[in-house]
């Protein structure tokens, strides 16, 4: 355990980790740390170059006039919850395709292939971001573990997973609920995107980014009526061991299951908040 001279100490530089650009950091970048892309160096790749052969990719339709959307905005942003009681019934792949599109869609690109533009806001559209996916029960595709291709809309296969449930579990640190989903996202940051532009200051926007994500991901189930929960409780070290990630020029940030829902579980949601409170944690 911490004393309580390193707790407020750790706590002190998280606050300033956070807090935005000073005086002081201001000049000190101006003058002496600018930017690679201040410097004028090339910029990096915009997405991640695919992981795995041609034949394992799966194309994703853009067409999502077959899936029954809820499309009033006030009752998206009133009905979004978190979700962590799932009945395993299978989605269909349209509606995964749906989710990949609202949180890493590209809908243009900007110049001599300068910036991606998305259906999430990006601090300086660097969309630092990677998708990676743990299947378990999606119409038209194999359990496994799956990358995200935004360039051409498409998944890839990389590979099956034993024991796929207690994997999930291990992953989020024990919280076995995760593993009921359909699906799990698993978004990594690629960092020299972000630092490329911003420099030192690039993990503090990268966070920001972060939660843009998040919330089309809640909106987008919202809409489907599906259900999710944002983790931010994960082990490090076995995310980068299941997706083969170095876990320092790429590392994972963000952990959101997703699954179907029925209404009448609401009440075990509440039995859950419950249980939590009673447990005093």
Wanted: a negative charge.
């Amino acid at each position: 355990m911490l004393d309580e001279k390193t707790k407020k100490e750790l706590i002190q530089k998280g606050r300033t980790f956070m807090k935005g650009y000073r005086d002081e950091d201001i000049t000190a970048d101006d003058d002496y740390n600018p930017s690679d892309q201040q410097l004028r160096l090339p910029q990096p790749p915009l997405c991640k170059a695919p992981m795995a052969c041609e034949e394992e990719r799966t194309a994703l339709s853009l067409d999502f006039s077959n899936l029954s959307l809820k499309n009033d905005v006030m009752a998206l942003i009133r009905d979004r919850r978190s979700s962590r009681v799932y009945t395993e019934e299978k989605m269909t792949l349209d509606e995964l395709s749906f989710l990949l599109w609202a949180t890493q869609g590209i809908k243009s690109i900007r110049g001599k292939s300068y910036a991606t533009i998305r259906t999430v806001p990006c601090g300086g559209a660097r969309h630092e971001f990677e998708t990676y996916l743990m299947v378990r029960k999606v119409e038209g595709l194999k359990e496994g573990l799956y990358h995200y291709l935004p360039m051409e809309h498409a998944l890839e296969f990389l590979g099956e997973v034993e024991n796929m449930d207690a994997v999930i579990s291990q992953t989020v640190v024990g919280q076995k609920w995760a593993a009921k989903a359909n699906v799990v996202f698993y978004w990594t940051m690629v960092a020299y995107r972000a630092e490329w532009r911003y420099g030192t200051h690039a993990h503090r926007v990268a966070l920001i980014d972060a939660g843009h994500l998040g919330q089309n991901l809640y909106l987008g189930a919202t809409a489907l009526g599906l259900g999710t929960c944002g983790i931010g409780a994960f082990s490090h070290d076995i995310c980068n061991e299941v997706f083969k990630i170095d876990g320092d020029e790429e590392y994972t940030v963000y952990i959101a299951p997703v699954g179907t829902v029925r209404p009448e579980d609401k009440s075990a949601e509440a039995a859950f908040y419950k249980f939590v409170e009673d447990e005093g944690l």
